[in-house]
């Protein structure tokens, strides 16, 4: 399957035609950029039809891989109908992910051992995840709009922690799940139309002794068939929990 690894820096025209990744009629690889320690800005790029494939012994899954940046700006983009796991995986260093449009992918955004920021993207139908944060220390979401997902819209686990700021989570399998020794703050946002709102569970890997993950917050809800799911049962969140 082909597929672009580039070690250098990459650089987008702001404005004009859009640089298009893709492939007439059938699917390909993806675009690696993997030149640890590079600022990056990825803008005005279209990536669609990519899929997972192995370069140099090494699985990629995303139509976009970024390993390691120094910094990374990946805004104004659109990511459609992709077929490997993510759309957008970025590994490592630090990132700003601001006003990108996703449809039709399996993940979205998949972030893994790195401090992100996460605004003002419109994030529709996902077969799976929306959003997947795995190792990540330090995340922020604000304005944005993640809605019919297949599976979760946000899913927070392997020890991360993420803000959910002023973000619709909407039409959703699960709106925000949250996995053991993660944790979740919602602020001021809206979980509607979800089948399960909220979820705090423990994965069938996890440690006995590993943390429960843990989801507080304060936001709206409307339409949920299930506010809160524990362990795959719902029940009705504690006070000091949720605030709605």
């Known amino acids: 399957v082909s597929s672009v690894r580039l070690r250098g820096p990459v650089e987008f025209q702001e404005s004009g035609s859009p640089a298009v990744f893709t492939a007439s009629g059938k699917d390909w690889g993806g675009v690696i950029l993997d030149a ?38 990946v805004h104004d983009n659109v990511f459609f109908d992709n077929y490997g796991d993510d ?13 990108n449009l996703f449809f039709g992918n399996r993940d979205a955004m998949d972030f893994d051992a790195m401090k992100v920021f996460v605004a003002e993207n419109l994030v529709l139908g996902s077969l799976d995840d929306c959003i997947d944060f795995g ?15 297949g599976d979760k819209g946000v899913s927070v686990g392997e020890g991360s922690s993420v803000q959910v700021e002023s973000t619709l ?8 799940a ?9 602020v001021d946002s809206i979980l509607r139309r979800n089948r399960i709102a909220l979820s705090v569970y423990r994965t069938p890997q996890a440690r006995a002794d590993a943390s429960d993950g843990t989801l507080r917050g304060v936001g709206v809800e409307d339409g949920n068939e299930a506010l809160l799911q524990k362990d795959g049962a719902p029940r009705t969140p504690r006070p000091e929990e949720l605030v709605f």
């Open 36 to 73: 640890p320690g590079t600022r990056y800005e990825i803008r005005n790029a279209r990536f669609s039809r990519a899929n997972e494939f192995y370069r140099d012994g090494k699985r990629y899954t995303a139509a976009l891989t970024i390993l390691a940046p120094a910094e990374c700006l």
């Open 87 to 99: 759309g957008l995986n970025i590994r490592g260093g630090g990132a700003q992910v601001t006003r």
């Open 135 to 149: 190792a990540v220390p330090r995340a922020h979401l604000r304005k944005n709009l993640i809605l019919g997902s």
């Open 169 to 176: 989570l909407g039409d959703n399998n699960t709106g925000l």
């Open 178 to 186: 949250v996995k053991e020794g993660s944790a979740a703050l919602l």
